[in-house]
Nanobody, 125 residues
Framework: VQLQASGGGLVQAGGSLRLSCAAS????????IGWFRQAPGKEREGVSC????????IHEDSVKGRFTISRNNAKNTVYLQMNSLKPEDTAVYYC???????????????????WGQGTQVTVSS
């Protein structure tokens, strides 16, 4: 089971990035996916999650209306579209997954078993 996060980079405030989380070694169909981030000196926090069915999508309050999580099971990939980026969004972003076939996704890191390596997002003011 491997997850590969990509799509990070340097962007000005107000700009957009799309992160991808590609799975290999397994199919994502029955797995919930979460995106987390960790800024320097801060604890890892949940950003968004999507259930295996795609019916449940949760976004943390600070990113609601700006970030959108989606999945394409045919491509075995989950995306995080990030618009109207702010300097406080600067962090390493991680995707994580756990087996759960249904309409639930968790907001806590402890609920996930497999993690990608992280991709750096830097938003300049």
């Amino acid at each position: 089971v491997q997850l590969q996060a990509s799509g990070g980079g340097l962007v000005q405030a107000g700009g957009s990035l799309r992160l991808s989380c590609a799975a290999s070694g397994f199919t994502l169909d029955y797995y919930a996916i979460g995106w987390f981030r960790q800024a320097p000196g801060k604890e890892r926090e949940g950003v968004s999650c999507i259930s295996s069915s795609g019916k449940t999508r949760i976004h943390e309050d600070s990113v609601k209306g700006r970030f959108t999580i989606s999945r394409n099971n045919a491509k075995n990939t989950v995306y995080l579209q990030m618009n109207s980026l702010k300097p406080e969004d600067t962090a390493v972003y991680y995707c994580a997954t756990t087996y759960y076939h249904g309409s639930y996704c968790g907001a806590l890191a402890d609920e996930y078993d497999y993690w990608g390596q992280g991709t750096q997002v830097t938003v300049s003011s």
